[in-house]
């Protein structure tokens, strides 16, 4: 199957180059640094983990998802391979399915290593195992998504770093949408069903759920729908570019 | 086994390729000459797979490119005028990745990589990481991937760019030898590769073939024996007509 031949490609690309260690060594010092800071992990005595730990993920994925997934197109423009992936026997749509999965690996590998975490608060406390499971496939959709609008960004331009910036600054919009404090700001300045408009964008609604334990269709339909845009649109685009 | 009929490509108001018609059959290597911008790049890219065509079609073993373009392109061999590799990858990493993705699994996978690192001369470079290597080298590189799975059509898109006078001599002789069995579409604006490789040759113009013939009937037809001279007639003539109107 051709997806998984360029899934293996990507991975291993993403490994033979210091930015996977990179990001995952960034992402594990900030969400438990933060975690154990900010987030008053010692001092709440909370075990759930949604708040000391959890709570950050938007906050660092906005910033840091998009630097896994800049490269996905944006490299393939520049270095000329997206003609041999052109010419290949293979639809567009598969290439697409092979790099996003393989991007999202390198994150859930990341997850993956937050393990310590999981482990200190079952020695320490008594949680709900299966809501922190839940919390964890929050963070991993959000991720998800984030780097699924990476990937649609990236296949607008050949320069990583206009995809890095922009693809930032959507993710940024994201996560502040749905964010309380924000949201109270703006229901001052335009009506409610204005504020609900914009709050059905934001991350926030549906990761808060999960990281509670509640498995609710409706979020995973809303993270699994707003993935499947970001890459019919990826589709969309690269075939626009040659027409 | 290549058959182009009225390919047509737009690019805006700038018309690249000008209904195109012609045939490449099997055991034919059909030189593709012209100036730069002629369109040669932009005929092998739709005749690939890779631009779709603003109008017209092309059929590669009888598959037409527009219709079915998943079953044309695995029977073409395609290499890129720029030779484009991924450049963290090894030499047989990336044959292998390439095989992979034509279908070839296992022992059939490592036989055809193993033909291929052979046939292009890439024996000692083999474990080598593509940014490490000369131009030749990744020039070779990215004409064995064309030819892993031994495809019955191969476009090479200026094949000996860049290539110094051995490798060029090299790679002319290994086109007139994969030819006798394949259909071959080579360009190139080098005019001795057409007395060395080609059965037939086509000069192309602002996108319209301007002369079609062996390397015979084209040195023929240019009245002094010269190709240069026959290739400077026709394609500045069409510089002079559009500076006239």
Not at chain 1, 106 to 129: E, H, Q, R, S
Not at chain 2, 147 to 157: A, G, K, N, Q
Request: overall charge neutral; charged content about 20%; glycine content about 8%.
């Amino acid at each position: 199957m051709t997806s998984l031949t360029i899934y293996k490609r990507e991975l291993t690309s993403y490994f033979a180059q210091p930015t996977a260690y990179a990001i995952i060594v960034i992402f594990l010092a900030l969400s438990m640094g933060l975690a154990f800071s900010f987030g008053n992990f010692m001092r709440v005595g909370d075990a759930s983990l949604e708040w000391t730990f959890f709570f950050w993920h938007p906050w660092i994925f906005m910033l840091l998802a998009p630097a896994v997934g800049m490269k996905l197109w944006a490299d393939e423009q520049r270095t000329g391979t997206i003609e041999l992936l052109g010419t290949f026997p293979l639809s567009t749509w598969s290439a697409i399915i092979g790099k996003f999965l393989a991007a999202a690996s390198v994150w859930l590998v990341a997850l993956l290593l937050t393990f310590p975490i999981v482990i200190t608060v079952n020695y320490l406390g008594d949680p709900d195992n299966g809501a922190i499971l839940a919390g964890y496939l929050g963070s991993f959709l959000v991720c998800c998504t984030f780097l699924a609008i990476t990937m649609l960004v990236s296949a607008c331009t050949r320069d990583q770093v206009v995809c890095l910036i922009v693809s930032v600054a959507i993710c940024v919009t994201m996560v502040l949408c749905g964010y309380d404090d924000f949201t109270r700001e703006l229901a001052k300045a335009v009506s409610p069903a204005a504020v609900e408009a914009v709050v059905s964008f934001g991350v926030w609604d549906h990761f808060r759920s999960l990281n509670r334990g509640l498995l609710r269709l409706q979020d995973l339909v809303w993270f699994g729908s707003f993935v499947f845009v970001c890459l019919l649109g990826t589709s969309a685009i690269l075939s626009a570019k040659r027409a | 086994m290549i058959e182009v009929e009225n390919l047509t490509k737009q690019f805006g108001s700038k018309c690249a390729v000008d209904n195109l018609t012609f045939t490449v059959k099997k055991g034919e290597v059909l030189g593709f000459l012209g100036p730069n911008g002629a369109g040669k790049s932009t005929t092998m890219r739709m005749i690939t797979g890779f631009l779709p065509p603003t109008s017209g079609d092309a059929r590669v073993c009888g598959l037409s490119i527009s219709d079915d373009p998943k079953a044309a392109k695995t029977k073409v061999g395609y290499l890129p005028e720029s030779a484009p590799l991924y450049h963290d990858m090894t030499v047989i990493g990336f044959l292998k990745f390439c095989a992979s993705i034509r279908g070839l699994k296992g022992a059939a996978n490592k036989t055809a990589v193993e033909r291929a690192i052979e046939t292009c001369f890439l024996g000692s470079v083999a474990r080598q990481s593509i940014d490490t290597l000369s131009k030749g080298y990744r020039h070779r590189t990215c004409l064995a991937q064309a030819l892993l799975h031994d495809p019955e059509v191969l476009i090479l898109d200026e094949p000996t760019d860049g290539l110094d006078p051995n490798q060029k001599h090299e790679v002319r002789q290994l086109i007139k030898r994969l030819g006798k069995d394949k259909a071959i579409l080579f360009s190139t604006h080098i005019l001795e590769e057409v007395e060395a490789a080609c059965t037939r040759a086509v000069i192309v113009d602002c996108g319209r073939i301007v002369a079609d013939g062996t390397p015979a009937e084209l040195l023929a037809q240019s009245g002094s024996g010269s190709l240069t001279d026959l290739f400077r007639r026709l394609t500045t003539a069409e510089v002079k007509l559009k500076s006239e109107s």
